[in-house]
Structures are given as C-alpha cells and as structure tokens.
C-alpha cells in the first residue's frame, strides 16, 4: 500500500489499472464512520490519467507507514513523543528523531498562533497552489480542533520531517461544515492572501 523508497501510496485507477501517488495528490481525507479498530480513511486523489478517484487508506498507512512503522506493533504517543515497541530501522531513525524534538509532520495552526506537530490523518483537503509547485493543505489541529489551511512545498506533505522553514498561513479561521470548507479553502487558495509564519517547534 504504502512504499517507504518512493514515499508513495498505491491505489486502483480505471485507466492504469493500478498507479501510485504521493501524498501531496490526495485532494480530500475523511475518517469513515465506525471503522475503529483500524480506522479507515476514504481518500480521493489525483491521478495521472487527469481524473480524480476514490481509494481507502487505514489509518497506520497514513500515518505510521511513512515513519516505517507498523500500526499494529507500535504506539505513537504525540504528547510524550514516545513510539513503543520500535519495529525496523526507519522505525528506530524516526524514533530518534522524534526523541530529538523533530516531528515529521507540523503546520501552523492560526487560531492559537503556534506552530503544531501533526499526522497526516489530520489533513482534510489539499489542493495545488496557482503560482509554483506549492501545495495548499486544509489541517484540523489536534489540540484545538479547529480548521488552519497552510501553504506549503509538496516534500513538506510527502516526506517524513522534510518540513519548511516557513509556510503561508491563511487569516482565516475555517467552517467545520465540511461542503462549506471545500468551496472556501478553493477561495482562499485563489485569492493568495497567505501570510508567512516559522514553523519552528519549541
Ligand atoms: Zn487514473
Ligand atoms: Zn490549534
């Protein structure tokens, strides 16, 4: 599903029959309802072929196979930063990473003003940015729950702890509606009001 060397997922599409993508060409994540134990996330991203298709990616994929982890043998605790048991060797560098005060992912949540650590189960909507290879990205902050939208480079989103420095960051706190925050995080993308913020993590 997920190949650490390429850092790509691998879905169906009906042209190819089967293609692979980064991360950065998801467009939109959503936890299915009642799927826990592992949860699973409907995705629907951007293929080669032009066209947008569904796929499914559980939880461990999208957040603990890029850090070369195994949902099932690990626990990654994001307040103590703590990942135990340790599985493989990405594993043990992500670990010491992570144990260095690195995260792999962080975006800059506007509504507290800080920059936060992150997974990618937190991304709700990603979309290419007009100007560069840039790529904006809708995230719900873990701690305060609400919608921060962040301009970033695509490694940021697709390669574990290659964050940017500095990222543009929306002034604009986003509806929880999830129809609504299509149509204003595409009009906010567009009216490239984004504001730099250091992403630093204490
Ligand atoms: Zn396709
Ligand atoms: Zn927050």
Known sequence: MYDALTTSYTFACPVHGETRVHLSRFRRLQQLPGAEHPAVYRVEFACGCGAEHPGLVTHGDLDLAPLGLQAETTFLNLMTSRIEPLAGELGNLAATRIGAGEWPWTFFCWPEDRPRPVFPSAFTLLAPAERGDRVGVAVRCPVCGKVSVNLVSRAHVDVPFANDDEVGVVEHVF??????????????LHSAAFDARRLALE
């Open 175 to 188: 509806v929880d509606d999830a129809a609504a925050a299509i149509d204003e995080f595409r009009a906010e």
